[in-house]
């Protein structure tokens, strides 16, 4: 079945302490991103990814960092989370054989407290 | 800067209506247009694509395009509960970019 997948699906957390968000796909899609989505923003690309080694900024990618060593994951991580941090995130794959049709995992809900 | 412009809402039908949900998009370059449907906590899914001038039908769902007028609008036939939900509106900039500029989103609330 083709997914993204993400873990972990929910998370609370401390001010500071490092986490990571795991991202995989399996339709070997060339495009990954990530977005996070509060209430009245809409959705918010923080980083994307054109290829492997291949990242780049979105529109909200302050404290927020990413790697693209496998064409498959694109793990999102928060070396010193705070709360304004805390929001609902997505991971998303497309290609151009999907007609760049946008593929989201089921979501990451963080609260940093 | 891309916009994506969508009409907060909440948009409020009777069952068995139509619903029109309308987006405008400030670049005009843009090639590829989507809407997706978002249960509240859940992910976007695709409901509907369209790439090019009028309209796209598949089932109760119609997409509409004029890119004269920058304008896409998606419409719900026969409008069920099931339907409420938050709709996104997503644009696709030229030269087949595949980062999309998401619409803040409109409600639809469907009532029995």
């Known amino acids: 079945e083709a997914q993204v997948t993400q873990n972990p699906r929910y998370l609370i957390t401390v001010t500071g302490k490092k986490l990571t968000v795991t991202c995989s796909q399996n339709m070997n899609h060339e495009y990954m991103s990530w977005y996070r989505q509060d209430p009245g923003l809409g959705l918010r690309q923080i980083y994307y990814?054109?290829?492997?080694?291949?990242?780049d900024k979105g529109d909200v990618p302050e404290g927020y960092k990413v790697s693209r060593k496998e064409k498959r994951n694109f793990p999102l991580i928060l070396e010193s989370p705070s709360p304004n941090q805390t929001s609902l995130y997505f991971c998303a794959s497309t290609s151009p054989g999907s007609g760049y049709e946008q593929y989201f995992g089921p979501g990451t809900r963080l609260t940093v407290t | 800067q891309k916009e994506v412009e969508q009409n907060s809402g909440p948009l409020s039908v009777p069952e068995g209506a139509i619903a029109s949900l309308n987006c405008t998009y400030s670049d005009r370059g843009s090639q590829s247009f989507f809407w997706y449907r978002q249960y509240s906590g859940k992910s976007p899914e695709l409901i509907m694509s369209?790439?090019?001038?009028g309209d796209k039908e598949d089932g109760r769902f119609t997409a509409q395009l004029n890119k004269a007028s920058q304008y896409v609008s998606l419409l719900i036939r026969d409008s069920q509960p099931s339907d409420s939900a938050t709709y996104l509106c997503a644009v696709n900039g030229p030269g087949g970019s595949y980062i999309p500029t998401f619409g803040r989103g409109t409600s639809l609330i469907v009532h029995p």
């Open positions: 369209i790439y090019s001038n």
């Open positions: 990814s054109m290829n492997v080694e291949v990242t």
